[in-house]
């Protein structure tokens, strides 16, 4: 009986201790559907821009909802591989640009008075009504997850059972030409579109010049006064694609659709789940998760990266991938969001291109180096031209010596999220030869220091220069990355060497140059000559003697706001951020939400550039956790105006999870989960004594706000000061600034 008592004893005092800290680990969020309903895109109208227009995806395939005209609805159909593939000697710009290949139009009987859409996040879906002088059209499109294909139904009301639908197939062509004037000598659009019908699928096959082709097809099945339109688009460089196109309509048909859709549905669900958000801000929450959903519509592993438009075509002089800050942006968000295998196309794009990457730089490099110009293909094919001296025949783009580097930093880190060894494996040898680039070209000045030639700060107004800071701060930072990977190899000592007696970093009595030869003096919406602040961090805000530099380099970059763009705002806002001036930073969010972004969220200059928004749901991040120099900061940028935040599972660097919970202005617990038994130095942000509970106890505390705790891989432990904190759960917060579901069309 005794032993039974004690028994009984210790089962009552593990379950308090599992009690009171199970709110941290085993109390998720659960209440996904109405949490993201308030987040969803509600139209009062859609209008006959691209950028008012809804939107889905897959992660290839995709669709874009807005009016062609006052009375006919254009369903735009895009696939991010759809591209040329020519081998002429001609910019990638137009022999492998993204092709346009056609929309739907959707034409009521009547006459419209009335359409309204929304975009339901929870179950990654369109839906919207058409009302007309005959009667109502009751709309859905579904890109599934699954599978290539694309669901648009239909219910009608009145005379608008047999409303119009057409295919309209564009030109194949590269829309570069529709805006600049270098168009190559004997560049012609692919042949004409051949459309035909096949046992009651409609297809549209667009053959290549290079080979191969791509084909829309689609299906109507009705009944009463429904239809279903099934539709899917099939692409190959080297073969027909008409038969297996038609095979998946007609393998799709033949299953049962609200099965297809319930798996279309647990996609998202589980993908939604892996990390959680909440704010206070109604425009800025629901602006995240907006992000959230387009990073899942637009990439998938297995496919390929996010260009600068996504799977939603519109014409645009940027119809291929950007290397020198728009594909490092655009990838930026993902890590923290712990959706690392959404990037897996990425750093898949770089191991495949290796071959190129080597080709890219001149001969006479070959044997060591690798390089990446500014703007190709996903083949990496864009040639470099720097050399010890300036060759003076070399385009600016190709002295923009450092795009490479900077592509190999978002490598580094799905790296350092995941310290999957393997990705640290493949990422060293081409680090390696992109770094032995910058050791072939350096030169030893007079006094003393290495230094580097004329390379080109993009995209600044003549900013060829010696010593260019953007260059500078990517060597340096591979200089060291290489040695945390292997101190020990035989260039090691070279990459010491560099670090102890390369150059200091030009600056002036404005903050930091564009390089030794040029000064910044104009406006400029890149912020590449402060690399080494951000994202970089080899200059920061823990280095005392560095802060006046850092604010003054801010303020004397955005002193010239003439060619500012939206990305010089998120920029702004994340070394605003690392500064631990939250308010400043979400000033800099506002300017961008309220000058730049469009009603659906995305991003125009001239044409699509996707890494914008992408960028400032990173800065949004920033403001909640940020792990730069091996140090977790939780809440380091927290406007004054947001007294409760809830965030749950970010990840940082070191492959941390992380759960926290502010309320009332102040910390009130902090979950930690390491995924790879990495030491954990945090700054929790919670005043006064701080309390730890979890598998390991043993707080080591180093100063100024700052703990060592040694978590072995897959435990867990819960920061905190007082006990009936625990007790708050990880939920979303009640708006105190606007209103839910803000973004969309509104009739304002």
């Known amino acids: 009986m005794k032993m039974i008592k004690i028994k009984n004893i210790a ?37 006959t821009r691209w950028e008012d227009g809804i939107f889905t995806g897959n992660g290839l395939l995709g669709t874009i909802l807005y009016m062609k005209n006052s009375n006919t609805l254009r369903l735009e159909i895009g696939r991010t591989d759809v591209v040329d593939h020519r081998t002429d000697a001609i910019s990638p710009l137009y022999g492998k640009a993204r092709l346009p290949i056609g929309h739907f139009e959707l034409k009521p009987n009547g006459k419209v008075f009335k359409n309204t859409a929304r975009l339901d996040l929870w179950n990654a879906e369109a839906t919207g009504e058409i009302i007309t002088d005959k009667g109502t059209i009751k709309w859905r ?11 648009f139904q239909t219910t009608t009301t009145g005379e608008e059972k047999n409303f119009s639908w057409q295919w309209k197939p564009e030109v194949s062509i590269s829309s570069r030409a529709r805006f600049s004037k270098d168009i190559p000598a004997g560049y012609k659009a692919n042949p004409s579109c051949i459309i035909k019908n096949d046992k009651d699928i409609d297809y549209c096959r667009q053959p290549m010049l290079a080979g191969g082709d791509y084909t829309t ?31 998946l309509i007609n393998k799709t048909v033949n299953k049962n659709l609200p099965t297809l859709i319930a798996a279309h549905r647990k996609w998202w669900h589980n993908y939604y789940s892996q990390s959680f958000v909440s704010i206070p801000d109604a425009r800025i929450e629901s602006f995240y998760w907006i992000q959230q959903y387009k990073l899942a519509s637009a990439t998938r592993e297995g496919n390929p990266p996010i260009d600068l438009m996504g799977p939603w075509f519109r014409y645009t002089p940027w119809p291929a991938y950007w290397f020198n800050l728009n594909l490092e942006l655009t990838y930026s968000p993902l890590f923290t969001a712990n959706r690392l295998f959404l990037s897996k196309g990425f750093v898949k794009m770089i191991d495949d291109a290796k071959g190129n990457l080597i080709k890219n730089v001149p001969p006479q490099y070959q044997y060591n180096a690798a390089a990446l110009g500014r703007a190709g293909g996903k083949d990496m094919v864009v040639s470099i031209k720097v050399f010890p001296v300036l060759d003076a025949a070399a385009k600016p783009n190709e002295l923009e010596l450092g795009d490479l580097t900077w592509c190999l930093y978002y490598y580094w880190m799905q790296y350092r999220y995941s310290m999957d060894e393997s990705i640290k494996a493949r990422l060293f040898p081409i680090l390696k030869r992109s770094i032995n680039y910058y050791l072939d070209v350096m030169y030893k000045g007079d006094d003393g220091k290495w230094h580097l030639p004329y390379t080109y700060s993009p995209e600044y107004p003549n900013g ?63 912020f590449s000559h402060l690399l080494m602040i951000y994202p970089l961090h080899i200059v920061n ?6 802060r006046r530099l850092i604010k003054k380099s801010l303020l004397h970059w955005h002193n010239f706001p003439g060619a500012l763009q939206g990305y010089s705002f998120t920029g702004g806002a994340s070394i605003y951020e690392t500064m631990g001036d939250g308010d400043n930073a979400l000033n800099y969010l506002n300017q961008l939400l309220d000058r730049f972004v469009k009603p659906n969220t995305m991003y125009v200059e001239s044409g699509p550039v996707i890494e914008t928004p992408l960028a400032a749901a990173t800065s949004i991040q920033e403001l909640l956790i940020q792990s730069w120099g091996n140090k977790i900061r939780i809440f380091p940028a927290i406007p004054d105006s947001w007294k409760d935040v809830s965030f749950e599972n970010l990840r940082t660097e070191g492959a941390f999870l992380i759960t926290a919970v502010r309320k009332d202005g102040e910390t009130k617990w902090v979950s930690i989960k390491s995924l790879a038994g990495e030491p954990c130095f945090i700054h929790p942000n919670i005043t006064g004594a701080i309390k730890i509970k979890g598998s390991n106890e043993k707080l080591i505390d180093k100063g100024d706000g700052n703990y060592l705790i040694d978590i072995k891989k897959g435990e867990d432990v819960v920061l905190y000061k007082n006990e009936k904190d625990l007790k708050i759960k990880v939920d979303k917060v009640k708006y105190t600034i606007g209103k839910e579901n803000y973004w969309g069309k509104k009739n304002r």
Request: some cysteine; glycine content about 4%; hydrophobic content about 35%.
């Open 141 to 151: 499109t579904i890109t599934l997850s699954q599978t290539n294909v694309i669901i």
């Open 217 to 247: 097809a689609w299906k109507i099945v009705a009944h009463e006064n429904e239809k279903t339109f099934y539709i899917s688009l099939g692409y190959s460089q080297t073969n027909t694609t008409v038969a297996e196109t038609l095979q």
């Open 464 to 526: 060829i220069t010696r010593d260019c800071n953007y260059d500078l701060s990517l060597f340096r930072w591979g200089c060291e990355t290489l040695l945390k990977i292997n101190p020990k190899d035989s260039l090691a000592e070279k990459w010491r060497s560099v670090l102890k007696n390369l150059t200091d970093f030009p600056t002036d009595s404005t903050g930091f140059r564009i390089g030794r030869d040029l000064a910044f003096s104009q406006s400029h919406r890149h």
């Open 11 to 47: 089962v009552v005092i593990i379950s308090s201790f599992l009690i009171q800290i199970g709110f941290a680990q085993t109390k998720h969020f659960t209440n996904w559907q109405p949490f993201l309903s308030r987040n969803d895109m509600v139209f009062d109208t859609l209008t």
């Open 541 to 546: 805000w823990d280095q005392p003697e560095s």
